[in-house]
């Protein structure tokens, strides 16, 4: 596609609920981060893909939360019986290489209820 | 984690130049980003610097020193849609990780 892709772009879910958020990079774009931005707040790191090797997950909170990436493509964070806490916007970025510019996707804006 | 300091808020007048320092920890460093957020939507790329020195793209500059931990990004001839957050991002040497400061929110004022 043409720009970084994230589905839904709002979810709204109680808490307890489990959640999936999408993100589709930029095609070719080998690297490939998960963020989490609370209001008026900086960019959390959650993970990252990078190519075929083990993803970096030093960032996740806790167990609750997971990502994978199939195909070296699309990608899907899950967090699982969701906290109140875990209310935020989850920005997405893909870049070409490790260490080039990163695309941010819209992000999708989260609350839990 | 990365130690990664900057300005919370700044505020400058339109048509002046404003400068943002970014400090950030050398271990491990390989490269300097920074980024412009407006209110609500995702962050934009400006600039990369992994050499030391200064970077030039029109309006907005952006210089680094390694060995200082140090970076700034200067904007000239300030106008009013340059009101938003600056964001400093370091990645990682090895991992590339981009790991993100907290961001300088600018006003530009009449």
């Known amino acids: 596609g043409a720009g970084v892709s994230q589905s839904p772009s709002n979810k709204v879910t109680e808490k307890g609920k489990d959640v999936e958020l999408r993100c589709d990079p930029i095609s070719g774009h080998t690297a490939l981060y998960w963020y989490r931005q609370s209001l008026g707040q900086g960019l959390e790191f959650l993970i990252y893909?990078?190519?075929?090797?083990?993803?970096?997950k030093s960032g996740l909170p806790s167990d609750r939360f997971s990502a994978e990436r199939t195909g070296g493509s699309v990608s899907t964070l899950t967090i699982q019986r969701t906290q109140q806490e875990d209310s935020a916007v989850y920005l997405c970025a893909s870049s070409l290489l490790g260490d080039s510019e990163a695309f941010f996707g819209q992000g999708t804006r989260l609350t839990v209820v | 984690g990365q130690n990664i300091d900057q300005p919370t808020e700044m505020t400058a007048t339109e048509g002046a130049i404003v400068q943002i320092n970014c400090t950030y920890q050398?271990?491990?460093?390989?490269?300097l980003f920074w980024y412009q957020q407006h209110a609500g939507e995702a962050p934009t790329f400006l600039s990369y610097n992994v050499l030391d020195g200064l970077e030039e793209k029109g309006r907005f500059s952006s210089f680094l020193s390694r060995s200082k931990g140090y970076s700034y990004l200067l904007l000239k001839e300030l106008q009013m849609k340059d009101s938003a957050s600056y964001l400093c991002a370091r990645s990682g040497a090895g991992s590339y990780q981009l790991t993100f400061g907290k961001g300088t929110k600018l006003s530009v004022i009449p």
């Open positions: 050398t271990s491990g460093f390989n490269g």
């Open positions: 893909f990078q190519g075929n090797s083990a993803p970096d």
